[in-house]
C-alpha cells in the first residue's frame, strides 16, 4: 500500500514485488472534488508508457483505487492496478522490454488536481523482481546460454527450464518472479542471443535437451521431473523435442487491418490435415503433464484451435494428463500479472507490426488468473514425476 498527501507535494519511492498488488490512496484532497491520477514507465529501450484515470474525492478529501471507480481516462470503474496494465506506449507497437531483473521496473504515481492541473502528489513504486537471498547466475556452458535463478533457503527445489517468445534474446522477469516462488528457474536463451543462430533454421531441438540435463544436474534441483514453461513460438518448442517439418503459412489468410497493421491469425493451416501431418505435434506420445492456456481472441495465431486439437489428441489415446484453461477476451501474450497490455508489435518473423487481440481488461484479470495456476500446477507435479 502506498499513499500519497497532496499537502505538501512530496515524491516517495515505494518497493514492492512487480507481480504483486499494490494499494493506491490519495489523501488531503478537497472533499467531492475531481483529480486525475498518472502513470508514467520508461522501459529499458528508453519507449515511455503513460496511464490516466479520472477520480472524484469522497467527502474526507480521499480517493482509494481499491473502493473508488475511476470515471474516465485509461480505464472505467474500479480497478485496483488499472495504473499499472493499462500503461500504454507513446510509440506505436511497442511492447515492454526488460533486459536485466537486477534493478526494478520504475513507475511513477501523479495526482492533479482535476479543475486545476496542478501537481498535488507523486510517488514511484518500485517493480522488483528478486527476493534478497536470490542467486542469479549467467550461463555460458557448452552451447547452453541463458541465466539461473537460484531462491534463497535450503533445497533442493523443484526446477524450471523458462522458454520465451520467437522474438530472440533473453528475458528474465518471469523466470526470477517463479524463482521467488520456491523454484530453480533457467531463462533459456535460444535465437539470437550472444552466440546463438540468428535464423530459426538453424535452430538444433537437441539443445533443449541439453538444457533440461544441465538444469537436472544442479544440485539445488529436485528431480527427476522439470517443468518447462513456454509462450508464442516457444511453445511448439516446448511440445517437439524432436525434429519435425514446419508448417508453411498459407499468405492469403492474412489480413491486413485498416490501421495498417496486419493479422496473422489464420496464416497457419491445419496440421491434422494428410498433406501437413508430419508437422503435427504427437503429443500422445508425452508421459508427462500438460497445462494448455488459451487466449480465445489471440490474433497472432488461432491458439484455441491448436490447444483444443492437442488436448483431444491425448484423449483419443486414453490420456487424462492434460488441463486446458481458456480466457475468452485475453490476446496473444499471456505473462506475469498486472504487465501492461500489448496489443501490437513488430513480428520479427512477418517483418512487419501485427496484432495480438484481446481487451486490456479481461486480458489484465487472465494473466493474474494464470499466474496462479501456472504456480499449482508445477507444484503438483514436480515431485517424482517425468520431465515434462
Same mark, same amino acid.
Given at each position: 500500500? /502506498?499513499?500519497?498527501?497532496?499537502?505538501?507535494?512530496?515524491?516517495?519511492?515505494?518497493?514492492?514485488?512487480?507481480?504483486?498488488?499494490?494499494?493506491?490512496?490519495?489523501?488531503?484532497?478537497?472533499?467531492?472534488?475531481?483529480?486525475?491520477?498518472?502513470?508514467?514507465?520508461?522501459?529499458?529501450?528508453?519507449?515511455?508508457?503513460?496511464?490516466?484515470?479520472?477520480?472524484?474525492?469522497?467527502?474526507?478529501?480521499?480517493?482509494?483505487?481499491?473502493?473508488?471507480?475511476?470515471?474516465?481516462?485509461?480505464?472505467?470503474?474500479?480497478?485496483?492496478?488499472?495504473?499499472?496494465?493499462?500503461?500504454? &506506449?507513446?510509440?506505436?507497437?511497442?511492447?515492454?522490454?526488460?533486459?536485466?531483473?537486477?534493478?526494478?521496473?520504475? %513507475?511513477?504515481?501523479?495526482?492533479?488536481?482535476?479543475?486545476?492541473?496542478?501537481?498535488?502528489?507523486?510517488?514511484?513504486?518500485?517493480?522488483?523482481?528478486?527476493?534478497?537471498?536470490?542467486?542469479?547466475?549467467? %550461463?555460458?556452458?557448452?552451447?547452453?546460454?541463458?541465466?539461473?535463478?537460484?531462491?534463497?533457503?535450503?533445497?533442493?527445489?523443484?526446477?524450471?527450464?523458462?522458454?520465451?517468445? /520467437?522474438?530472440?534474446?533473453?528475458?528474465?522477469?518471469?523466470?526470477?518472479?517463479?524463482?521467488?516462488?520456491?523454484?530453480?528457474?533457467?531463462?533459456?536463451?535460444?535465437?539470437?542471443?550472444?552466440?546463438? &543462430?540468428?535464423?530459426?533454421?538453424? *535452430?538444433?531441438?537437441?539443445?533443449?535437451?541439453?538444457?533440461?540435463?544441465?538444469?537436472?544436474?544442479?544440485?539445488?534441483?529436485?528431480? &527427476?521431473?522439470?517443468?518447462?514453461?513456454?509462450?508464442?513460438?516457444?511453445?511448439?518448442?516446448?511440445?517437439?523435442? *524432436?525434429?519435425?517439418?514446419?508448417?508453411?503459412?498459407?499468405?492469403?489468410?492474412?489480413?491486413?487491418?485498416?490501421?495498417?497493421?496486419?493479422?496473422?491469425?489464420?496464416?497457419?493451416?491445419?496440421?491434422?490435415?494428410?498433406?501437413?501431418?508430419?508437422? *503435427?505435434?504427437?503429443?500422445?506420445?508425452?508421459?508427462?503433464?500438460?497445462?494448455?492456456?488459451?487466449?480465445?481472441?489471440?490474433?497472432?495465431?488461432?491458439?484455441?484451435?491448436?490447444?483444443?486439437?492437442?488436448?483431444?489428441?491425448?484423449?483419443?489415446?486414453?490420456?487424462?494428463?492434460?488441463?486446458?484453461?481458456?480466457?475468452?477476451?485475453?490476446?496473444?501474450?499471456?505473462?506475469?500479472?498486472?504487465?501492461?497490455?500489448?496489443?501490437?508489435?513488430?513480428?520479427?518473423?512477418?517483418?512487419?507490426?501485427?496484432?495480438?487481440?484481446?481487451?486490456?481488461?479481461?486480458?489484465?484479470?487472465?494473466?493474474?488468473?494464470?499466474?496462479?495456476?501456472?504456480?499449482?500446477?508445477?507444484?503438483?507435479?514436480?515431485?517424482?514425476?517425468?520431465?515434462?
Amino acid at each position: 500500500c /502506498f499513499e500519497l498527501s497532496s499537502t505538501p507535494v512530496n515524491h516517495f519511492i515505494v518497493r514492492c514485488f512487480f507481480d504483486k498488488l499494490v494499494h493506491v490512496k490519495v489523501e488531503g484532497l478537497a472533499p467531492h472534488k475531481p483529480v486525475e491520477l498518472r502513470s508514467k514507465l520508461v522501459d529499458d529501450r528508453g519507449v515511455i508508457f503513460k496511464a490516466s484515470a479520472l477520480y472524484k474525492a469522497d467527502e474526507s478529501g480521499q480517493v482509494d483505487v481499491s473502493r473508488a471507480p475511476s470515471l474516465g481516462g485509461s480505464y472505467t470503474g474500479v480497478e485496483p492496478m488499472g495504473l499499472f496494465w493499462s500503461l500504454a &506506449p507513446e510509440t506505436p507497437h511497442s511492447k515492454i522490454l526488460k533486459k536485466s531483473v537486477l534493478s526494478p521496473t520504475q %513507475v511513477k504515481i501523479e495526482a492533479l488536481s482535476g479543475d486545476t492541473g496542478e501537481l498535488l502528489a507523486s510517488e514511484t513504486n518500485e517493480r522488483e523482481y528478486m527476493t534478497e537471498g536470490m542467486k542469479r547466475i549467467p %550461463v555460458q556452458e557448452g552451447r547452453i546460454r541463458g541465466v539461473l535463478f537460484i531462491p534463497p533457503g535450503k533445497g533442493p527445489f523443484p526446477g524450471i527450464v523458462d522458454l520465451y517468445t /520467437f522474438g530472440g534474446g533473453l528475458s528474465e522477469p518471469r523466470a526470477s518472479l517463479l524463482a521467488n516462488k520456491g523454484f530453480v528457474v533457467l531463462a533459456l536463451a535460444y535465437l539470437g542471443y550472444k552466440d546463438l &543462430p540468428r535464423k530459426v533454421e538453424k *535452430l538444433n531441438l537437441e539443445y533443449f535437451e541439453e538444457a533440461v540435463t544441465y538444469l537436472r544436474r544442479q544440485p539445488e534441483v529436485k528431480g &527427476p521431473g522439470i517443468g518447462i514453461i513456454s509462450i508464442s513460438h516457444s511453445g511448439g518448442i516446448a511440445l517437439a523435442m *524432436l525434429v519435425i517439418p514446419p508448417l508453411c503459412p498459407v499468405l492469403d489468410n492474412i489480413k491486413f487491418l485498416d490501421s495498417g497493421i496486419l493479422d496473422v491469425r489464420d496464416a497457419l493451416p491445419d496440421p491434422s490435415l494428410e498433406e501437413n501431418r508430419e508437422s *503435427l505435434f504427437m503429443v500422445e506420445r508425452a508421459s508427462c503433464q500438460f497445462l494448455f492456456a488459451v487466449s480465445e481472441d489471440d490474433h497472432n495465431w488461432n491458439s484455441g484451435f491448436f490447444a483444443k486439437q492437442a488436448v483431444e489428441t491425448l484423449r483419443k489415446h486414453g490420456k487424462k494428463s492434460y488441463e486446458l484453461v481458456t480466457y475468452p477476451k485475453a490476446g496473444h501474450f499471456l505473462e506475469v500479472p498486472h504487465m501492461p497490455y500489448c496489443g501490437s508489435t513488430f513480428h520479427g518473423a512477418v517483418g512487419a507490426p501485427v496484432v495480438f487481440g484481446g481487451e486490456p481488461k479481461a486480458h489484465s484479470e487472465a494473466q493474474l488468473d494464470l499466474w496462479e495456476r501456472v504456480q499449482e500446477f508445477f507444484k503438483s507435479h514436480l515431485v517424482n514425476k517425468s520431465t515434462c
